[in-house]
C-alpha cells in the first residue's frame, strides 16, 4: 500500500506559478509511475503528466505541454508538479496518483491522494 499527500496547492494570479508537491509513504515508493491527475466538479478526471519510475520518461497532456513540468525525487519519495504560466482555466483539483505502469488512464493508478486546490484568478 502507497499513501500519497499533495500539497502545494493555492490561490495564484494568471501567469503565476506554483510548484505541487506529493509525499509517498509505506511502499515501494521508486517502483511506481507516478501521474498527476486534475478534477472539476462534475467532470471526469483529466490526465496532466506522467513520469517512469527512475524518471527518465515523461509524458504530458497537450493543454500543459511547455507549462507544467513533472519531476521526481526517489530519495525523498516526492513528486512535483512545476506550474507555470497558469491559466484561469487550470483551476480545479490536482491529484496525484502510483500505478505500475507509465500511462494517461486514470483507471490504471491504484493509488491516489487526497487532492489539492488549486485556483488560478484573472
Known amino acids: 500500500q502507497v499513501q500519497l499527500v499533495e500539497s502545494g496547492g493555492g490561490l495564484v494570479q494568471a501567469g503565476g506559478s506554483l510548484r505541487l508537491s506529493c509525499a509517498a509513504s509505506g511502499g515501494a515508493f521508486s517502483m511506481y509511475a507516478l501521474g498527476w491527475f486534475r478534477q472539476a466538479p462534475g467532470k471526469e478526471r483529466e490526465f496532466i503528466a506522467t513520469?517512469?519510475?527512475?524518471?527518465?520518461?515523461?509524458y504530458y497532456a497537450d493543454s500543459v505541454k511547455g507549462r507544467f513540468t513533472i519531476s521526481r525525487d526517489n530519495a525523498k519519495n516526492t513528486v512535483y508538479l512545476q506550474m507555470n504560466s497558469l491559466k484561469p482555466e487550470d483551476t480545479d483539483v490536482y491529484y496525484c496518483?502510483?500505478?505500475?505502469?507509465?500511462?494517461?488512464?486514470?483507471?490504471?493508478?491504484?493509488?491516489w491522494g487526497q487532492g489539492t486546490q488549486v485556483t488560478v484568478s484573472s
Open positions: 496518483a502510483a500505478g505500475r505502469m507509465l500511462t494517461v488512464l486514470a483507471r490504471s493508478y491504484g493509488f
Open positions: 513520469i517512469c519510475s527512475s524518471g527518465a520518461r515523461t
